[in-house]
């Protein structure tokens, strides 16, 4: 398997949407970052210090780019993110990492080449889920996104503070876009920042679904061949980027520092 050591850095001619240099892309992803974390606060998807969101540098693809510890997601800014090297130690920026945005992030980032984002915050619904230890069921088609496309990740080991749990991780998923983490919250991935945010607040509204459903009676589960269809459907990620985007306007709209 191709590790993130070894993922090539981001060629010109793979430049999405216009964006002529590395820099221009590099500083897209940095806005979507700050504007992913603007909109989490906004959703409740914030928890004291917990939670971080990390993006891939498109020239040094060993290194991404994560909130700094104990800046609330509401205060984010772009110059407030920090680019986190090999080793886990701040390469560009001027606060405190969160070590086990390390421990989790880099692995998955060395495992996965094609992950370019990675959203993992302690949000209600989604931890509320992840105590009953199942994958989620294909009951509502936005919640097909993640049919035969996540797993549950069972080994509980108080705070991930070290890289071998985070390994465990990555190994479980494979290639799949989410994991349930088992008393813990959500992980979804995804080949931009707007695609991973956006897998997040799909699969949490999944949980919260799910929840209310199992509450209320007992929910029809699609069979496989329309749990199949609504996958292709609803994990489009063109269609997770432009969901995003009609979010993310609004934050810049609304909340323009975020760019400071």
């Known amino acids: 398997m191709t590790t993130e050591a070894n993922a090539p850095a981001l060629d010109l001619e793979d430049l999405p949407n216009g964006r002529a240099t590395v820099a221009e892309e590099r500083e897209h992803r940095k806005?979507?970052?700050?504007?992913?974390?603007?909109?989490?606060?906004?959703?409740?998807?914030?928890e004291g210090v917990a939670g971080h969101v990390t993006v891939r540098d498109p020239e040094f693809p060993g290194r991404f780019w994560v909130n700094p510890y104990a800046v609330h997601f509401s205060r984010m800014k772009v110059s407030d993110l920090l680019l986190i090297d090999e080793q886990g130690k701040v390469a560009e920026g001027e606060r405190r990492t969160n070590k086990a945005a390390f421990s989790i992030h880099s692995t998955i980032h060395e495992a996965r080449p094609d992950v370019?984002?990675?959203?993992?915050?302690?949000?209600?619904?989604?931890?509320?889920?992840?105590?009953?230890?199942?994958?989620?069921?294909?009951?509502?088609?936005?919640?097909?996104?993640?049919?035969?496309?996540?797993?549950?990740?069972?080994?509980?080991?108080?705070l991930v503070l070290d890289r071998e749990e985070?390994?465990?991780?990555?190994q479980q998923m494979g290639n799949r876009r989410a994991a349930i983490l088992q008393h813990h919250g959500l992980l979804t991935t995804g080949r931009s920042v707007e695609e991973a945010a956006w897998w997040f607040m799909t699969m949490d509204k999944a949980c919260h679904m799910q929840?209310?459903?199992?509450?209320?009676?007992?929910?029809?589960?699609?069979s496989p061949?329309?749990?199949?269809?609504?996958?292709?459907?609803?994990?489009?990620?063109?269609?997770?980027?432009h969901s995003f985007k009609l979010q993310a306007d609004i934050i810049l709209d609304e909340e323009p520092d975020v760019l400071g």
């Open 211 to 222: 929840l209310l459903a199992e509450a209320a009676g007992q929910p029809k589960i699609m």
């Open 225 to 241: 061949e329309q749990a199949e269809l609504a996958h292709r459907q609803f994990s489009n990620p063109n269609m997770a980027k």
């Open 166 to 170: 985070g390994q465990q991780i990555a």
């Open 116 to 158: 370019v984002a990675i959203a993992h915050t302690h949000s209600v619904h989604g931890r509320a889920w992840a105590a009953m230890g199942r994958e989620l069921d294909p009951i509502i088609q936005e919640s097909c996104a993640f049919y035969d496309d996540h797993v549950v990740f069972d080994k509980y080991n108080g």
């Open 31 to 46: 806005q979507m970052l700050a504007v992913t974390l603007r909109l989490f606060a906004r959703l409740g998807f914030d």
